[in-house]
C-alpha cells in the first residue's frame, strides 16, 4: 500500500471511528440516563407523598416550593434546586404560579452525584441546562447535546455549592406554628420582629429558639 492509498484509508475510516466513539459515549451515558419533567401549577398545589427509584432534581423557574421529608424540610426558592437521593420518600407543596422543571438520574450514577439531599445553588448554566433536559419529551432518543447536556448536569451536581435551607422536624409549639405557616404560603415573608410580636415573645427569644433546634438564624 502506498502512502496516499494509506492517507485514503485513514481519512475513509474517520466518519467509522467517530461513529464509534459516539456508539460508546452514548452506551456509558445510558447507565446514567435522565429523564425531564415539566409542569406549571396556576394554584397552590400539595403533592402527595411518594418516591423515586432514580435521583430527582427539582428546580423552580418561579415561585416557591417546600419539599417534605421524614427526615425534615427543603425550601426551593428560586434560583435553587433540591436534590433528592433515590428512593427517598417526599411530598411537596407549591405556592402560586410555580414553574417546576425536574430531572430524574438514574440511581447507577453513584459516585457521580450527591449522595444525601441537599438543597444546590444553581449558576445561570445548570439552569439552562435543567431547562433543555425538562422540555424533552418522553421516549426521544439522545441527541448528542443531549448527552453533553447530561455531562455538564452531572459535572455540575458534584460541583455546585451545597446550602443550609433544610429545615429539621420541630418540637416546640411556637416554630412548629411558624412551620406550618411557612408549609402552607411559602412565598409569603413575614419578618422575625412580627412573628415574634404574634407569638408574645421577645425577637432574642425566637432567634434563640430557631438556632437551639433549626440550626441557623431565621433569617438563614
Not at 446514567?32 to 430527582?56: C, I, N, W, Y
Not at 427543603?74 to 417526599?90: E, F, G, M
Not at 439552569?127 to 447535546?145: F, N, P, T, Y
Amino acid at each position: 500500500m502506498n502512502d496516499d492509498q494509506a492517507g485514503h484509508s485513514d481519512r475513509g475510516d474517520m466518519p467509522a471511528m467517530r461513529s464509534a466513539r459516539m456508539e460508546g459515549w452514548q452506551s456509558l451515558m445510558s447507565s446514567v440516563a435522565v429523564s425531564g419533567v415539566k409542569r406549571d401549577f396556576a394554584t397552590p398545589q400539595v403533592l402527595q407523598e411518594h418516591h423515586h427509584a432514580e435521583g430527582q432534581l427539582i428546580y423552580a423557574s418561579r415561585g416557591v416550593i417546600v419539599i417534605g421529608s421524614p427526615q425534615g424540610y427543603w425550601v426551593v426558592p428560586p434560583t435553587r434546586a433540591v436534590w433528592l437521593a433515590p428512593n427517598v420518600s417526599h411530598w411537596a407543596r407549591t405556592s402560586a404560579g410555580v414553574r417546576v422543571r425536574s430531572v430524574l438520574v438514574r440511581a447507577d450514577a453513584e459516585g457521580q452525584v450527591p449522595l444525601h439531599s441537599c438543597v444546590l445553588n444553581v449558576m445561570p448554566l445548570m439552569r439552562e441546562v435543567i431547562i433543555a433536559l425538562a422540555d424533552r419529551k418522553d421516549g426521544e432518543q439522545m441527541s448528542a447535546l443531549d448527552i453533553a447536556l447530561t455531562q455538564v448536569l452531572l459535572l455540575q451536581l458534584r460541583a455546585l455549592p451545597i446550602l443550609p435551607l433544610h429545615l429539621p422536624a420541630l418540637k416546640d409549639y411556637r416554630l412548629l406554628r411558624i412551620e406550618r405557616h411557612v408549609l402552607k404560603s411559602p412565598d409569603e415573608k413575614i419578618n422575625l420582629e412580627k412573628w415574634a410580636e404574634m407569638l408574645s415573645v421577645t425577637p432574642r427569644t425566637l432567634h434563640r429558639l430557631f438556632v437551639k433546634e433549626v440550626g441557623m438564624s431565621y433569617q438563614q
